[in-house]
């Protein structure tokens, strides 16, 4: 009995591997499910299988091997992408970032303490570390930094400003070897269509990049002061807060125009963004650096005041009164006269034109004047008591 109960175990411990040895998948099947019984192939998980190497395969596809994508770890660029590239970091360490600070005096402890004004996009000018920046940057500010593009901070001093055309100069002390002035292109040859590239800080955001077109040129803003500043360029490049003053720049990476303002009732970027030319600043930055103002050629009048003119319907530049030993006293013009009760007893000179240009406000006047320098000779057309008469005038300076 004994003998055959052995015998039995035996015939089902065969049997038993006999089933096992049939069930098993061929080694090509265990192989085709992405496993292996050899150590070699068994593939582990750690953090060196998670770098991309030209060999190396994407773990996360599904199907067979020759189904998985490889990681190509090389970003192919374009050429223009590299022209691109090389124009923002070729331009941008002439970029900085401007910071305005006021003071106020504590109430109670009459402590005096810093408070943030605003900030605010620079370029360099020269060697000599003059920035160059949008007055309204500045403007409420009694202390100023300039963050160069090695995020070194330096002190700076305002040198000057001209309010009617939003430009100011500050200036710092850094060494010559992080001054790199911006180059400086022109604007009265742009052409609607042309790329454009702007350099600033929106949001406080520094060193950003964004591109556009010319969409627009000739467009007309008012300054701070009032006075339209013309011949703007409009561009769809986005422009937000923290850009004003930042440079806006040719295909070449030269300076054609300054960030100002845009134009959305958000106050964020809508593509639509208005530069001043660089012909402008080139007039203006020059005489700030020299003088601490524009030296501006005048006539030596003042005008009486459009709401006047308009109400009267005249089209000119009506003279209220004359410097006394200015050009135009000199030159035989006439003001407005008055009686003590303040009614008018004889209308002042009213400039129609100067040389070409076609004279119908105050403010054609002012921009009219501005293509000239002190002690240019222009022709002025006038009308006294409904004739015209022209003559020659020297034009004076402001300074």
Do not use: C
Request: charge should be negative.
């Amino acid at each position: 009995m004994k003998i055959g109960q052995v015998l039995i175990w035996i015939l089902l411990i065969g049997f038993g591997f006999y089933l096992g040895t049939a069930f098993t998948p061929p080694q090509a099947e265990l192989q085709g499910e992405g496993l292996s019984d050899s150590s070699d192939n068994i593939q582990v998980s750690s953090s060196q299988d998670l770098i991309p190497s030209n060999n190396s395969t994407s773990l996360g596809t599904q199907g067979s091997n020759s189904n998985r994508r490889k990681i190509d770890p090389v970003s192919i660029v374009t050429d223009s992408e590299q022209r691109t590239i090389d124009l923002f970091e070729s331009s941008a360490p002439s970029v900085a970032f401007i910071t305005t600070t006021g003071l106020q005096r504590d109430f109670y402890s009459r402590n005096i303490y810093e408070i943030p004004k605003g900030s605010g996009t620079g370029f360099i000018w020269d060697e000599e570390g003059h920035i160059v920046t949008n007055y309204h940057v500045i403007k409420d500010g009694q202390k100023w930094e300039v963050t160069l593009s090695d995020q070194s901070v330096w002190p700076a001093e305002v040198i000057g400003f001209e309010a009617r055309k939003d430009i100011a100069i500050l200036k710092i002390d850094a060494p010559l070897d992080l001054l790199r002035p911006i180059p400086v292109g022109s604007s009265h040859d742009l052409r609607v269509g042309q790329s454009v590239y702007a350099i600033g800080n929106p949001f406080g955001l520094d060193q950003t990049l964004t591109t556009g077109v010319i969409s627009a040129l000739g467009r007309e803003i008012e300054s701070l002061a009032r006075i339209p500043i013309r011949d703007v360029i409009q561009t769809d490049a986005a422009i937000n807060p923290g850009n004003s003053g930042g440079p806006l720049l040719d295909s070449s990476g030269r300076l054609i125009g300054v960030n100002t303002a845009i134009y959305s009732p958000s106050g964020a970027s809508a593509g639509i963004g208005f530069s001043i030319p660089v012909d402008i600043v080139n007039w203006v930055v020059p005489d700030i650096i020299e003088y601490g103002e524009v030296q501006r050629p005048m006539l030596g009048v003042e005008l009486v005041p459009a709401q006047f003119t308009e109400r009267w319907g005249i089209e000119g530049a009506m003279i209220a009164a004359v410097v006394a030993d200015g050009t135009a006293a000199k030159s035989g013009l006439l003001g407005t006269l008055t009686s003590q009760q303040g009614s008018i007893r004889r209308y002042g000179d009213i400039i129609t034109g100067i040389n070409d240009d076609q004279i119908n406000s105050g403010n054609d006047l002012i921009l009219a004047l501005e293509k000239y320098k002190p002690g240019s000779t222009v022709k002025v057309r006038y009308i006294r008591d409904e004739e015209e008469y022209e003559m020659d005038i020297t034009l004076g300076s402001s300074l």
